[in-house]
């Protein structure tokens, strides 16, 4: 872990304050709670959060999902083998479903986020759309590549050097696409070939070569904050609020 020791895990630090309970009145808002509230804004009905061992005050926190009006899962992280693997352990119990992902500790703004790539992926019939931000540290990110009709070209992962700004921070996806990683991991750990991690944007890279239908959206003003790093964590309280400001408040 880059910034132990914590009192608690990253993904519960408390980065803002939630005013949403007019009896209880404002409480400590923890980090991953912004995503989860902007999947449920979007339509999200139910959450899978995919946890290794140790990480048990996630689910003490968040509990069964209700204060947020959430049907919140917890399910164990058994391939310690990049993004993808850990995804794929919630295969089972969404493999029909449309699925909204993003990073816990990543919090991002707007808050609309989600609703953008859902209504992409309508118009578009698309299989999978990535919302795209302007990259404030590319050497850390996924760098996308766009050709000339602003299409995904390629995606860079924690490129040593570029020239290009834009990363992609969340995602929308099909059944289509579910099924897609499921095979490609599926057949990794069927020729054993777990010498190199896996990210999700090689996946993306994956899909980019077959009959997969890859979307963007560019969120022109959006805003997002890793909070893995000391220095990211300690501005993480001012971020918040200083974008909250501009925001509505999520109900």
Same mark, same amino acid.
């Given at each position: 872990?880059?910034?132990?020791?914590?009192?608690?895990?990253?993904?519960?630090?408390?980065?803002?304050?939630?005013?949403?309970?007019?009896?209880?009145?404002?409480?400590?808002?923890?980090?991953?709670?912004?995503?989860?509230?902007?999947?449920?804004?979007?339509?999200?009905?139910?959450?899978?959060?995919?946890?290794?061992?140790?990480?048990?005050?996630?689910?003490?926190?968040?509990?069964?999902?209700?204060?947020?009006?959430?049907?919140?899962?917890?399910?164990?992280?058994?391939?310690?083998?990049?993004?993808?693997?850990?995804?794929?352990?919630?295969?089972?119990?969404?493999?029909?479903?449309?699925?909204?992902?993003?990073?816990?500790?990543?919090?991002?703004?707007?808050?609309?986020?989600?609703?953008?790539?859902?209504? &992409?992926?309508?118009?578009? $019939?698309?299989? +999978?759309?990535? =919302? *795209?931000? @302007?990259?404030?540290?590319?050497?850390?990110?996924?760098?996308?590549?766009?050709?000339?009709?602003?299409?995904?070209?390629?995606?860079?992962?924690?490129?040593?050097?570029?020239?290009?700004?834009?990363?992609?921070?969340?995602?929308?996806?099909?059944?289509?696409?579910?099924?897609?990683?499921?095979?490609?991991?599926?057949?990794?750990?069927?020729?054993?070939?777990?010498? &190199?991690?896996?990210?999700? $944007?090689?996946? +993306?890279?994956? =899909? *980019?070569? @077959?009959?997969?239908?890859?979307?963007?959206?560019?969120?022109?003003?959006?805003?997002?904050?890793?909070?893995?790093?000391?220095?990211?964590?300690?501005?993480?309280?001012?971020?918040?609020?200083?974008?909250?400001?501009?925001?509505?408040?999520?109900?």
């Amino acid at each position: 872990m880059r910034i132990a020791p914590l009192p608690c895990s990253k993904e519960i630090f408390p980065v803002g304050i939630d005013e949403s309970d007019a009896i209880k009145g404002p409480r400590p808002k923890a980090a991953a709670q912004y995503l989860l509230e902007q999947m449920r804004n979007a339509g999200a009905q139910k959450a899978y959060i995919i946890l290794r061992s140790g990480k048990w005050d996630i689910p003490k926190y968040f509990e069964d999902g209700s204060r947020l009006n959430l049907d919140i899962a917890y399910l164990i992280m058994r391939r310690p083998y990049g993004v993808p693997y850990t995804l794929d352990q919630a295969y089972p119990f969404v493999k029909d479903a449309t699925i909204l992902f993003g990073f816990p500790d990543i919090i991002m703004f707007p808050n609309e986020v989600f609703t953008s790539m859902l209504n &992409k992926r309508k118009q578009g $019939g698309c299989d +999978i759309v990535v =919302a *795209l931000f @302007s990259a404030t540290q590319p050497k850390k990110m996924d760098m996308v590549e766009l050709d000339a009709d602003n299409n995904i070209k390629s995606i860079h992962i924690k490129p040593p050097q570029t020239t290009l700004d834009l990363t992609w921070i969340a995602a929308a996806w099909t059944p289509v696409f579910t099924e897609f990683m499921h095979a490609l991991i599926s057949d990794r750990l069927n020729e054993q070939d777990i010498s &190199k991690e896996l990210y999700i $944007g090689d996946v +993306i890279q994956a =899909a *980019l070569g @077959s009959n997969i239908k890859v979307s963007s959206v560019h969120i022109k003003e959006g805003r997002y904050l890793d909070i893995g790093t000391p220095e990211d964590l300690l501005q993480s309280t001012g971020f918040v609020q200083s974008l909250e400001a501009h925001e509505k408040p999520l109900k």
